[in-house]
């Protein structure tokens, strides 16, 4: 089990970071799974977006970065994805975010494999609380 060394920030402050990162850059379809009560899950929550080009995935995926460490001073424990810009995956240990390109998002379908999870769709005019 990942440790995260930085108990000053709640997984949900994390979380709404990355989601105001990715309203910045007008993401779609942004999605909160709340994996907490999932069996086996690797984190407390995954944020999934959407994007319409690769320039927009690497944007939204630049912002998430730029908003979580604004806010709290932490980068991504991991990151992957940024050289082909169909999938960037950025890991703060207990949030996961997945920036992806719509085609690939359907075809990996999350929320169907984390089925278990709540989930809640963040509205477009739904602005995320200032952690």
């Not at 105001?20 to 929550?45: F, H, P, S, T």
């Not at 390109?101 to 989930?119: H, M, P, S, T, V």
Request: net charge negative.
């Amino acid at each position: 089990m990942r440790i995260n060394n930085n108990k000053e920030f709640t997984a949900e402050q994390i979380r709404d970071f990355v989601v105001r990162g990715m309203q910045e850059k007008k993401a779609q379809d942004i999605v909160v799974m709340d994996l907490r009560n999932v069996k086996n899950a690797i984190c407390d929550y995954f944020v999934l977006c959407s994007g319409n080009s690769d320039t927009q995935i690497d944007a939204i995926s630049t912002s998430i970065e730029e908003e979580v460490y604004k806010a709290s001073k932490q980068d991504p424990w991991h990151k992957e994805g940024k050289m082909n810009r169909e999938w960037i995956l950025l890991d703060y240990v207990d949030v996961v975010a997945h920036v992806f390109k719509k085609e690939r998002r359907a075809f990996y379908d999350l929320e169907q494999l984390w089925g278990d999870a709540e989930i809640h769709l963040v509205e477009d005019n739904e602005l995320t609380p200032a952690s």
